[in-house]
Nanobody, 122 residues
Framework: QVQLVESGGGSVQAGGSLRLSCDWKNSVNWYCLGWFRQLPPNEREGVATFRSDGLITYADSVKGRFTISRDNSKKTLDLQMNNLKAEDTGIYYC?????????????????WGQGTQVTVSS
């Protein structure tokens, strides 16, 4: 059974920072891991992906502000979010998908956790 558990969401003011963490279980296909978010009212957007060979991809909207990292020995995937904006508000999901290219679109199609809420006030 695939299991991913996110943590670290919260409420911050614009310009602030948050760090999201994701713990995954052994059954997760760790080849392609990433984060996507659900923006109000109901838009899903790939945020960042991290392929097992080190390839990292970011959405243009977060480049220079977000940093994704993974630790395979600890089975964790983190997302450091700096200079947060009101438009970053949403539910953030950690996801896993066995996709060769590990694109931002691929990450929307895999398994994901329960999500964690991020709220940025302007």
């Amino acid at each position: 059974q695939v299991q991913l558990v996110e943590s670290g969401g919260g409420s911050v003011q614009a310009g602030g920072s948050l760090r999201l963490s994701c713990d995954w279980k052994n059954s997760v296909n760790w080849y392609c891991l990433g984060w996507f978010r659900q923006l109000p009212p109901n838009e899903r957007e790939g945020v960042a992906t991290f392929r097992s060979d080190g390839l990292i991809t970011y959405a243009d909207s977060v480049k220079g502000r977000f940093t994704i990292s993974r630790d395979n020995s600890k089975k964790t995937l983190d997302l450091q979010m700096n200079n947060l904006k009101a438009e970053d508000t949403g539910i953030y999901y950690c996801a896993s998908v066995p996709a060769k290219d590990c694109t931002l679109g691929d990450i929307l199609l895999g398994h994901w956790g329960q999500g964690t809420q991020v709220t940025v006030s302007s």
